[in-house]
């Protein structure tokens, strides 16, 4: 049985080790944080701060939006996205490793305390009832300010998340 995280398309750029779990995982990719990937691919302003990690990692990213883009899986995404929140059909990607689109919709639930990309992905966490996986110390910190139910597992914890993790039993019971 795989387990399901909620994650912007970026960070499987950036983190390679996120295509290689020791156990079966299904990623919940926002469609919003794949458009994310034409913009950062194309920009001037650098996504890693070393030059040579920057030139890898949009590399990484210029393959993430190649199989986005490959006729057969743009038609599977195409069928998720004329209705909200409704998820793609499996996109394969090695035999550990699923995408599963989400047609999020953003409705501004949280106001100007998340921008649109988190409360996305705060929001596809909730539906699904599946962790995020995210590398931004800021978002975890409004989550907990905010007081948000989901969980949330830091990028450097997703191999504890895949392996036991902690069940929503278990840090919702007082």
Known sequence: MSRRFVIEAVLVAIYGEL???SQPVEYLIPYHTIMELYEMKDSPEPVMPEAEDDAHVKSKIGELIAYFDDSFNRKKLE???GVPWRISPPLPINPNVT??????AEN???GEALDPIETELILTSMREQAPIVTDQLELMGKII??????QV???Y???FAVEQGIHADDWMAP
């Open 79 to 81: 069928r998720a996205l």
């Open 108 to 110: 501004a639930q949280y």
């Open 99 to 104: 995408f599963l689109v989400v047609n999020a």
């Open 157 to 159: 914890d997703f191999e």
């Open 145 to 150: 300010q905010l007081e948000i139910p989901v």
């Open 153 to 155: 597992y830091d990028v």
């Open 19 to 21: 295509l290689a779990p």
